[in-house]
């Protein structure tokens, strides 16, 4: 098992657990301290508010932070099987390296090797798919499976659950990337599905293990669902339906999107918008290798 617990890991993992500090305000503090995370952790907050974008409420949580009971958690979870992946560390996915919101750190239930990243594809949608839909999903699912590509998803009901299904239904790789803790599944429905998962791919989030699910932790996963894709697929949406925030994010990383020709109102959208339509009878076909 590796480990993590190296000083400046841990603290780097403190405060990528830090609700409220992202990407940029951790690059701001860094860099007024000097890329010296002792001096962050131990700086009063009359000190850590001088930081572009630090105000009070980030300072007050760098101040709670608990480095002794986090060790304690980390073993905990260590015992659950659960890496982490440290933004810059050997085994974090490269994919995630090109975008610029990338995720501090990732807890994930095992180690991805670069190549399953390389060719991986994102199949997404609604929670309520149309039968067509749903048989769309799965035909596709097993025919990326098939052709040894990973095929990456959010874990929620419908398309998602199809996807993944599908994949193992062909014995290929599906990683789960979740809105929620990786030791508090959800949707609950969903923890078998979690289950053989773990055991032929990986779950992947980068919220506190513990943590439940909430529309704001649903929404961030979209941004490392397309992240992680070479490609990502909107199977069928509504116009205003969550999958349309992965179609979204893609646009701005740089990852091409696909949809296929349903009358769905986030498919048609997706369409005017430019979106590639996928050959039902050959999707596989117009997708980037």
């Known amino acids: 098992?590796?480990?993590?617990?190296?000083?400046?890991?841990?603290?780097?993992?403190?405060?990528?657990?830090?609700?409220?500090?992202?990407?940029?305000?951790?690059?701001?503090?860094?860099?007024?301290?000097?890329?010296?995370?002792?001096?962050?952790?131990?700086?009063?907050?009359?000190?850590?508010?001088?930081?572009?974008?630090?105000?009070?409420?980030?300072?007050?949580?760098?101040g709670a932070i608990d480095l002794d009971r986090l060790a304690r958690d980390l073993e905990a979870w260590r015992a659950d099987g659960i890496e982490i992946l440290m933004r810059g560390g050997q085994h974090y996915p490269p994919p995630l390296k090109e975008t610029s919101d990338?995720?501090?750190?990732?807890?994930?239930?095992?180690?991805?090797?670069?190549?399953?990243?390389?060719?991986?594809?994102?199949?997404?949608?609604?929670?309520?798919?149309?039968?067509e839909a749903r048989y769309i999903t799965l035909q596709l699912a097993m025919q990326l499976a098939r052709a040894e590509r990973a095929v990456v998803s959010g874990l929620a009901l419908g398309i998602d659950t199809a996807a993944h299904a599908g994949a193992l239904s062909a014995d290929g790789v599906t990683v789960a990337v979740l809105g929620s803790g990786i030791v508090n599944i959800y949707p609950e429905?969903?923890?078998?599905?979690?289950?053989?998962?773990?055991?032929?791919?990986?779950?992947?989030?980068?919220t506190h293990p513990s943590w439940s699910a909430n529309a704001q932790r649903l929404v961030s996963r979209n941004r490392i669902i397309s992240g992680l894709?070479?490609?990502?697929?909107?199977?069928?949406?509504?116009?205003?339906?969550?999958?349309?925030?992965t179609a979204r994010f893609a646009g701005e990383q740089g990852r091409p999107v696909y949809t296929f020709d349903l009358p769905a109102g986030g498919n048609q959208q997706l369409i005017a918008d430019g979106a590639r339509v996928l050959r039902r009878d050959d999707p596989l076909r117009d997708l980037p290798g």
């Not at 894709?229 to 925030?245: H, K, L, N, P």
Request: no cysteine; proline share 6%.
């Open 1 to 62: 098992m590796k480990q993590v617990d190296a000083p400046s890991q841990l603290q780097w993992l403190a405060l990528s657990l830090s609700p409220n500090i992202g990407a940029a305000t951790l690059n701001n503090l860094l860099e007024y301290f000097d890329q010296d995370l002792d001096a962050i952790l131990e700086s009063p907050s009359y000190e850590l508010v001088r930081v572009r974008g630090v105000g009070a409420k980030i300072a007050s949580e760098i």
């Open 102 to 131: 990338l995720p501090l750190a990732l807890f994930t239930s095992s180690i991805m090797e670069p190549e399953i990243w390389s060719k991986a594809v994102a199949i997404v949608g609604t929670r309520e798919p149309s039968n």
């Open 189 to 206: 429905a969903n923890r078998p599905l979690a289950r053989r998962i773990r055991e032929k791919g990986a779950l992947l989030s980068e």
């Open 229 to 245: 894709s070479r490609a990502v697929i909107v199977v069928e949406s509504d116009a205003d339906g969550g999958a349309m925030y």
